[in-house]
């Protein structure tokens, strides 16, 4: 698929002690490139920090798998996929290279169709009172 627009910016990643509420949440802020393509949104990571050492990686979301698109506080875009897996996306170069993306991001999950579920194949028949699949005529 085709890249549409790439932007600067930050994946961040939260770290918190689920035993004890009294110890402060870290947050770590990767550095990277987000790409936007036709078809999915991509990070780019090419600085994880002190945290992962020279750790370079990417995660890729196709638009198919997304659930929805929140926009945050300080300019945070946040990717929810319909497993409930959350990205964040933050520390963009400008307001208008972060309002450019979100609204990218919106508009691509919107033109992407839902993929459709393959019709049943007619020649397969299921017994009611068993639920067992039979082929051919009944």
């Avoid at 932007?7 to 509420?21: F, G, I, P, V």
């Avoid at 987000?34 to 992962?52: K, R, Y």
């Avoid at 638009?63 to 945070?76: L, T, W």
């Avoid at 319909?82 to 993306?101: L, P, W």
Wanted: aromatic share 8%; hydrophobic share 40%.
């Amino acid at each position: 698929d085709d890249v549409v627009d790439h932007y600067a910016c930050a994946l961040l990643q939260k770290y918190r002690c689920y035993l004890n509420n009294s110890t402060p949440e870290l947050t770590i802020a990767m550095r990277g490139r987000l790409f936007v393509s036709t078809a999915n949104i991509a990070m780019h990571v090419f600085d994880a920090g002190e945290h992962f050492g020279d750790s370079k990686f990417t995660i890729v979301v196709p638009f198919s798998d997304v659930a929805r698109v929140q926009k945050g506080a300080k300019a945070m875009m946040r990717v929810i996929t319909k497993s409930q897996t959350s990205f964040i996306f933050a520390n963009f170069e400008t307001d208008t290279h972060f309002n450019a993306s979100l609204n990218l991001v919106e508009h691509m999950i919107e033109s992407n169709p839902q993929p459709m579920h393959e019709p049943p194949n007619i020649d397969e028949r299921i017994t009611e009172s068993t639920g067992e699949v039979k082929d051919g005529d009944s």
